[in-house]
C-alpha cells in the first residue's frame, strides 16, 4: 500500500527533510574554517596597508639605493632558482637514463622503446626506398646511354 504523502503528519515530513547529524557537521566546520580565514585574511589586508603607509617614506628616501639593490636581489635569487632547477632536472635525467640502461624500466620506457623501434622501421623502410630509387635512376640512365650510343 503506498504511503500518500497528504496523509503522512507534519513533523514526519520535516524529520524526513531534515539535514543528517553528519550533513551539519560538515556545515558548521567548513563555515566555522570560512569565516576564521575571512577573518585572517581582513587583519592579513590591514595589516599591509598600515604597513605600506609606514614604509612609504623610508621607501621613498632609500629608494635609489632599494630599487638597484631589489633588482640584483631578485636576478641573483632567480639564477640560484633557474641553476637549482636545471641541476634537479640534470639529476633527474640521468637517474632515469641509468636506471633504463640497468634494465629497471623506469617510467616512460614502454613509450620510449616505442618511439625507438618506430623510427629505427622508419628508416630501413627509407633505406629500401632510397635504394630501389637509386635503382631505378641508374637504369634509367643505363637507357638514356644505350640510347644515345645506338
Not at 574554517?33 to 585574511?41: A, D, E, I, N, Y
Not at 632599494?66 to 632558482?81: C, N, R, S, Y
Request: hydrophobic letters at 40%.
Amino acid at each position: 500500500m503506498p504511503i500518500n504523502d497528504q496523509n503522512r503528519p507534519m513533523a514526519q515530513k520535516l524529520y524526513d527533510s531534515a539535514p543528517s547529524s553528519r550533513q551539519v557537521a560538515k556545515f558548521l566546520t567548513a563555515s566555522t574554517l570560512g569565516t576564521t580565514l575571512l577573518f585572517l585574511s581582513g587583519l592579513t589586508l590591514t595589516g599591509t596597508v598600515i604597513a605600506l603607509i609606514i614604509a612609504t617614506p623610508l621607501m621613498v628616501i632609500f629608494s635609489p639605493v632599494l630599487v638597484p639593490a631589489g633588482i640584483t636581489i631578485f636576478l641573483v635569487t632567480t639564477g640560484f632558482l633557474f641553476s637549482g632547477g636545471c641541476g634537479v632536472a640534470a639529476l633527474t635525467a640521468l637517474s632515469w637514463i641509468y636506471n633504463y640502461v640497468q634494465g629497471k624500466h623506469p617510467p616512460g620506457a614502454d613509450q620510449l622503446d616505442y618511439a625507438r623501434n618506430k623510427l629505427a622501421s622508419t628508416a630501413r623502410d627509407m633505406t629500401e626506398k632510397a635504394k630501389e630509387y637509386g635503382q631505378y635512376v641508374q637504369h634509367k640512365a643505363q637507357e638514356v646511354t644505350q640510347g644515345q650510343a645506338s
